[in-house]
Nanobody
Framework: QVQPVESGGGLVQAGGSLRLSCAAS????????MGWFRQAPGKEREFVAV????????RYADSVKGRFTISRDNAKNMVYLQMNRLKPEDTAIYYC?????????????????WGQGTQVTVSS
């Protein structure tokens, strides 16, 4: 079992940067794909990025490609989301999620473990 806990959210002006962190307890962390999702008010939860179990492969939503970078440190059981050139439309609650998978799942429905989320607000 893996229990993700997010941190690093906050208020930032458009064009600024934030780095989200996800601390994931559990011995199976290193065999999990780790994803970031977000949910804005009145909208469905959407895929942002995913990193493979070994950190070698990543995938991004088109809306964040070139601006966000996902990474992980298996020695520390940590996952990160570096967010640059933030836009007001990036405002949402950001969730870290884990799935025991050696692939790159991008559907929220298949993820097994979820954090409580961290709020990111981008002002214009």
């Amino acid at each position: 079992q893996v229990q993700p806990v997010e941190s690093g959210g906050g208020l930032v002006q458009a064009g600024g940067s934030l780095r989200l962190s996800c601390a994931a307890s559990g011995r199976t962390f290193s065999s999990c794909a780790m994803g970031w999702f977000r949910q804005a008010p009145g909208k469905e939860r959407e895929f942002v990025a995913v990193v493979s179990w070994d950190g070698a492969i990543t995938r991004y939503a088109d809306s964040v490609k070139g601006r966000f970078t996902i990474s992980r440190d298996n020695a520390k059981n940590m996952v990160y989301l570096q967010m640059n050139r933030l836009k007001p439309e990036d405002t949402a609650i950001y969730y870290c999620a884990a799935r025991r998978d050696y692939g790159l799942p991008d559907s929220a429905r298949v993820y097994e473990y979820w954090g409580q989320g961290t709020q990111v607000t981008v002002s214009s």
